[in-house]
């Protein structure tokens, strides 16, 4: 058995996604220097544009949420062994979802109840739209990358009729709905602070970012404390395996897409009914891709998730500070920055592997033996 199975967790899921960042930022360090700008400088810069100025950190955790579902709805089909890279359609259509609620019942019911099943609908449109690719993939063979990625464009084009000829507002140009009711929504949590008479900045962060931490620890129980959750790991372990071990494998297939697509869908209520309040294009603005960088990153775990969404939020927010304050530093520069922890967390995530089992095993696990 090769030695990386028994490197500890704080090393694996700690330790070597560190190393990945601060290499990422050692080259992003490095482009900025050659451009000529001072990179210790435009690194304090994002910090204080992400956590430091009223307000800034409400923008970095309402980011944060999108990318915790995102990177949840990824990591749980990873568990299987399937690489769902189509989380931005199924969290677009997820969004059709709480539009076609919101906007059938917002005017004749309750609008809390509204809210209620308009997130329900989020998660079952989201799921549906990843429950065909799971079918496919379990009983048709149709590769589950080549599918989803398909989905993805049939998804934007849906999208794109829908509110054009469908259900676009009468007489607005902008191919988006009408606002939802009054009171249909999630509460900001600045509005939420001042009922109780605390004073906040105002920003887009609302209650889907609660909704997240318990969805994450629904994520933790399914996989871990759950024998559908054991059917799943098995799976992602060896596919032959599961199937002498008597696990319906095309059956698991077929729900784990479904449950991850539902994940997906969940970015819709942090965009639609915590801060649009409508239906509008684009909304999911690259979530569903950055998804598949924050969960590896974070090891396909709810805690590591949790952390490199918080890193992707305070990216996003701090990234538009650095804009602002840095003529030289443009927005093709920011997102480069980006790219680079997306290269170093997701396609290269155990390029360290071997030298850090090295130093471990032969330093650290070493000394402890002598």
Same mark, same amino acid.
């Given at each position: 058995?090769?030695?990386?199975?028994?490197?500890?967790?704080?090393?694996?899921?700690?330790?070597?996604?560190?190393?990945?960042?601060?290499?990422?930022?050692?080259?992003?360090?490095?482009?900025?220097?050659?451009?000529?700008?001072?990179?210790?400088?435009?690194?304090? &810069?994002?910090?204080?544009?992400?956590f430091y100025y009223p307000g800034s950190i409400g923008y970095t955790l309402y980011y944060t949420t999108n990318f915790i579902f995102a990177g949840l709805a990824v990591a749980l089909a990873f568990h299987a062994k399937l690489f769902n890279i189509g989380g931005e359609g199924q969290a677009y259509v997820g969004g059709l979802g709480v539009g076609?609620?919101?906007?059938?019942?917002?005017?004749?019911?309750?609008?809390?109840?509204?809210?209620?099943?308009?997130?329900?609908?989020?998660?079952?449109?989201?799921?549906?739209?990843?429950?065909?690719?799971?079918?496919?993939?379990?009983?048709?063979?149709?590769?589950?990358?080549?599918?989803?990625?398909?989905?993805?464009?049939?998804? !934007?084009?849906?999208?794109?009729?829908?509110? &054009?000829?469908?259900?676009?507002? #009468?007489?607005?140009?902008?191919?988006?709905?009408?606002?939802?009711?009054?009171?249909?929504?999630?509460?900001?949590?600045?509005?939420?602070?001042?009922?109780?008479?605390?004073?906040?900045?105002?920003? #887009?962060?609302?209650?889907?970012?609660?909704?997240? /931490?318990?969805?994450?620890?629904?994520?933790?129980?399914?996989?871990?404390?759950?024998?559908?959750?054991?059917?799943?790991?098995?799976?992602?372990?060896?596919?032959?395996? $599961?199937?002498? !071990?008597?696990?319906?494998?095309?059956?698991?297939?077929?729900?784990?897409?479904?449950?991850?697509?539902?994940?997906?869908?969940?970015?819709?209520?942090?965009?639609?009914?915590?801060?649009?309040?409508?239906? /509008?294009?684009?909304?999911? !603005?690259?979530?569903?891709?950055?998804?598949?960088?924050?969960?590896?990153?974070?090891?396909?775990? #709810? &805690?590591?998730?949790?952390?490199?969404?918080?890193?992707?939020?305070?990216?996003?927010?701090?990234?538009?500070?650095?804009?602002?304050?840095?003529?030289? =530093?443009?927005?093709?520069?920011?997102?480069?920055?980006?790219?680079?922890?997306?290269?170093?967390?997701? $396609?290269?995530?155990?390029?360290?592997?071997?030298?850090?089992?090295? =130093?471990?095993?032969?330093?650290?696990?070493?000394?402890?033996?002598?």
């Open positions: 058995m090769n030695e990386s199975n028994f490197l500890p967790r704080w090393v694996s899921i700690g330790l070597i996604p560190l190393i990945n960042l601060l290499l990422a930022f050692l080259v992003s360090g490095i482009v900025i220097f050659f451009i000529g700008e001072n990179p210790i400088q435009a690194i304090l &810069v994002m910090i204080k544009g992400a076609l609620v919101c906007l059938a019942l917002d005017q004749s019911i309750n609008s809390f109840l509204v809210t209620i099943l308009a997130v329900f609908g989020s998660v079952i449109f989201g799921a549906f739209w990843g429950v065909i690719p799971g079918y496919l993939q379990a009983k048709r063979g149709s590769h589950i990358v080549i599918t989803t990625i398909m989905f993805n464009f049939i998804a !934007a084009s849906l999208m794109v009729y829908l509110l &054009v000829n469908v259900i676009i507002e #009468p007489g607005q140009m902008s191919p988006e709905t009408r606002d939802f009711s009054e009171g249909v929504g999630l509460v900001q949590v600045h509005k939420l602070a001042n009922y109780f008479g605390i004073s906040i900045a105002v920003s #887009p962060f609302n209650i889907s970012f609660f909704i997240a /931490l318990i969805v994450s620890f629904g994520f933790w129980i399914l996989v871990w404390r759950t024998k559908f959750g054991y059917e799943v790991r098995s799976l992602g372990h060896s596919e032959t395996a $599961a199937k002498y !071990a008597g696990i319906d494998v095309s059956r698991t297939i077929v729900l784990v897409m479904a449950i991850s697509g539902g994940l997906a869908g969940l970015v819709a209520i942090n965009e639609l009914l915590g801060v649009h309040n409508k239906l /509008l294009l684009g909304f999911t !603005a690259g979530y569903g891709f950055t998804g598949i960088a924050v969960a590896l990153m974070g090891r396909n775990h #709810p &805690v590591g998730i949790f952390l490199s969404s918080l890193l992707f939020g305070a990216l996003y927010q701090g990234g538009t500070e650095l804009d602002f304050e840095f003529s030289s =530093i443009t927005r093709e520069m920011v997102l480069l920055i980006q790219g680079l922890i997306i290269l170093f967390s997701g $396609a290269l995530a155990y390029m360290m592997n071997p030298i850090v089992e090295k =130093i471990y095993f032969n330093y650290f696990k070493g000394s402890q033996n002598a």
